[in-house]
C-alpha cells in the first residue's frame, strides 16, 4: 500500500510542479524555484511517503525543464499519466537507511521486501540511490 501511495504522490507532486512551473512561465517569463516542502501544507498526504522520494521528483523536473530550455528539439516535460506512465521512484541512501540482503531489500518507511536484483555492485562500491518499479503484472 505505501509503494502504491509513494508512486501517486510522486506522480502527482510531479504535475503539480510542473503546472505551477507552467503557470508562472506564462504570467512573468521566469522560472519558478518551486519545492516539495511548499506542497506538503497543502497536501499533508504527501508527508505519509519517503522525503526523499519527493526531493528526487524535484530533481527530475528541473532537469526536464531546464533541458528544454537548452535544446528546444528535446521537447517540453510532459505531465505524467496514472495509466500510461512508468510507476516507478527514486530514493537516495543516507544514513545506512536502505538495507540490501540477497533477495530482499529494506527501503525507508517500509519493513523487508522481496526484490529482484539486476546486477551485484562492483567490489569496493557502495549503493547511493535505488530506483523502485511496479510492473503491471
Known amino acids: 500500500i505505501l509503494l502504491g501511495k509513494t508512486f501517486g504522490c510522486c506522480r502527482f507532486l ?11 512561465y506564462e504570467k512573468t517569463k521566469k522560472m519558478l524555484n518551486n519545492t516539495p516542502a511548499m506542497y506538503k501544507k497543502e497536501y499533508p ?15 527530475h523536473l528541473e532537469k526536464a525543464y531546464k533541458n528544454f530550455f537548452r535544446d528546444s528539439k528535446i521537447g517540453f516535460p510532459r505531465f505524467k499519466s496514472k495509466h500510461h506512465s512508468k ?6 541512501v543516507v544514513n545506512g537507511n536502505i538495507l540490501v540482503e540477497s ?5 525507508p518507511k517500509l519493513k ?17 540511490s535505488v530506483t ?3 510492473e503491471p503484472s
Open 132 to 134: 523502485v518499479s511496479m
Open 103 to 107: 533477495k530482499r531489500i529494506r527501503l
Open 45 to 59: 498526504f504527501l508527508k505519509e511517503v519517503d522525503s526523499l522520494a519527493l526531493a528526487n521528483v524535484q530533481l
Open 112 to 128: 523487508w521486501i522481496a526484490m529482484k536484483k539486476h546486477r551485484e555492485p562492483a567490489e569496493g562500491l557502495r549503493l547511493k
Open 14 to 24: 510531479y504535475n503539480q510542479m510542473l503546472n505551477d512551473k507552467i503557470r508562472e
Open 87 to 92: 510507476n516507478s521512484y527514486t530514493t537516495n
